[in-house]
């Protein structure tokens, strides 16, 4: 495994996926890309872009920093990766840029809503991922 991308959003999941990442990276001597998301409101409107995100960038980078300062607390580095869009389209678009060879996402379980309307992230990454992906529950 020369390369492993996370999905990290500072959720309990999310959390319980870096540990994952860094037991794995630590066992392979992975190059780790961590990459935190702000997803894009939806709109209703036809043909819009849904270009504004939901969350600040702020939030993110300070996502990203708490994932750095526990990967260095874990003697690893790693590469940090702010996008902006649909978190699970970000998540393996930045396994594709990297040529990851696993993406790791975590899970927690869904809400009526999400399982009524299939928003899970980990369930979309899973299905367009073109890499493995470790689903940590």
């Known amino acids: 495994m020369n390369t492993i991308v996370i999905g990290y959003d500072d959720t309990p999941a999310a959390k319980r996926a870096l540990e994952r990442v860094a037991m ?3 066992a ?3 190059h780790l890309v961590v990459t935190s998301v702000a997803p894009v409101a939806s709109s209703a409107a036809p043909r ?3 270009t504004d995100p939901a969350d600040t960038a702020l939030e993110h980078r300070h996502e990203l920093e708490n994932a750095r300062e526990y990967l260095g607390e874990q003697g690893l580095t790693a590469e940090y990766v702010e ?3 649909h978190p699970a389209d970000s998540i393996v678009a930045a396994a594709d840029q990297h040529g ?3 993406i790791v996402v975590g899970t927690r379980e869904p809400g009526f809503v999400e399982r009524l309307l299939g928003t899970s992230v980990s ?3 899973s299905h367009r991922a073109h890499c493995d992906v470790l689903i940590v529950h």
């Open 24 to 26: 794995l990276g630590r």
């Open 28 to 30: 392979f001597d992975s």
């Open 48 to 50: 819009s872009l849904g």
């Open 83 to 85: 996008a902006v869009g």
């Open 100 to 102: 990851a060879d696993l």
């Open 123 to 125: 369930d979309s990454v």
